[in-house]
């Protein structure tokens, strides 16, 4: 069963891409959402869908507190 996580205090620089790398360091990545603006600006957070839950809780441990994202979150 996948799980969808949000992640927010993410960096403006911040693509899709960028964030699927991270995330699938720790499991197995579905689909990645980064929410922007009108304008195309990153309001900042984003959505991240793992294949399990367990992958999912890896992602929660490796980066919650962490500055991977660019800054602590």
Do not use: W
């Not at 927010?8 to 603006?37: F, H, W």
């Amino acid at each position: 069963m996948d799980k969808t996580l949000c992640i927010d205090g993410l960096p403006q620089s911040m693509t899709p891409d960028d964030l699927r790398n991270i995330c699938a360091e720790y499991g197995s990545v579905v689909s990645v959402r980064v929410i922007k603006d009108t304008y195309g600006v990153s309001l900042g957070y984003g959505f991240v869908k793992m294949a399990t839950e367990d992958d999912a809780e890896h992602v929660i441990r490796a980066l919650d507190g962490s500055d991977r994202l660019g800054f602590p979150i």
